[in-house]
T-cell receptor
Framework: NAGVTQTPKFRILKIGQSMTLQCTQDMNHNYMYWYRQDPGMGLKLIYYSVGAGITDKGEVPNGYNVSRSTTEDFPLRLELAAPSQTSVYFCASSYSDPRFNTQHFGDGTRLSIL | DQQVKQNSPSLSVQEGRISILNCDYTNSMFDYFLWYKKYPAEGPTFLISISSIKDKNEDGRFTVFLNKSAKHLSLHIVPSQPGDSAVYFC???????????FGTGTRLTVIP
């Protein structure tokens, strides 16, 4: 019973490098989300998707890109890593409206930019 | 600008006693509120929610109270158990939106 799977769990990047954080869910959920959590802060929404082919910006989208070609996968791309992107990244999914449909979270990717 | 605020970063409670976690919000358009619980090295998990048409919702040992005039909600855990030790996040959503706004979290420690 996998739920939401995020890879990698940890990563260290150098400034200016790029990488893709992977997220996949096996619950056939329509909605998927990417959050970041900085130390002592709440989760802030980066991007979300309400279905394959549809994505939209959240509170803090700058420096990131996403795509949603399938229902299952929602990768997050960092093009030019900056120290300000050091954070823990969480992917989540829900069947639909997150008010009435529980968001299921992955275990996070801890990313350090040095 | 933090629309959902949890002003107590931490709380310690003796096992068996009541834990009260507080949350304030600034956006009067929020109409649905949720609490999530997070253990270290794991993602948050849903705990309990409340609609703005209610002022109380109960689920076992967990009760959420909503005071719309004060823009305040609280989570009561009775009785508290050591397994409740975790970080608790309050979240809110506005009708028609597709996302949640999370607070900064309160770390609850239940002392055996």
């Amino acid at each position: 019973n996998a739920g939401v799977t995020q890879t990698p769990k940890f990563r260290i990047l150098k400034i200016g490098q790029s990488m893709t954080l992977q997220c996949t869910q096996d619950m056939n959920h329509n909605y998927m989300y990417w959050y970041r959590q900085d130390p002592g802060m709440g989760l802030k929404l980066i991007y979300y998707s309400v279905g394959a082919g549809i994505t939209d910006k959240g509170e803090v989208p700058n420096g990131y890109n996403v795509s949603r070609s399938t229902t299952e996968d929602f990768p997050l791309r960092l093009e030019l890593a900056a120290p300000s992107q050091t954070s823990v990244y969480f992917c989540a999914s829900s069947y639909s409206d997150p008010r009435f449909n529980t968001q299921h979270f992955g275990d996070g990717t801890r990313l350090s930019i040095l | 600008d933090q629309q959902v605020k949890q002003n107590s970063p931490s709380l310690s409670v003796q096992e068996g006693r009541i834990s009260i976690l507080n949350c304030d919000y600034t956006n009067s358009m929020f109409d649905y509120f949720l609490w999530y619980k997070k253990y270290p090295a794991e993602g948050p998990t849903f705990l309990i929610s409340i609609s703005s048409i209610k002022d109380k919702n109960e689920d076992g040992r967990f009760t959420v109270f909503l005071n719309k005039s004060a823009k305040h909600l609280s989570l009561h855990i009775v009785p508290s158990q050591p397994g409740d030790s975790a970080v608790y996040f309050c979240a809110a959503s506005e009708g028609g939106a597709n996302n949640l706004f999370f607070g900064t979290g309160t770390r609850l420690t239940v002392i055996p």
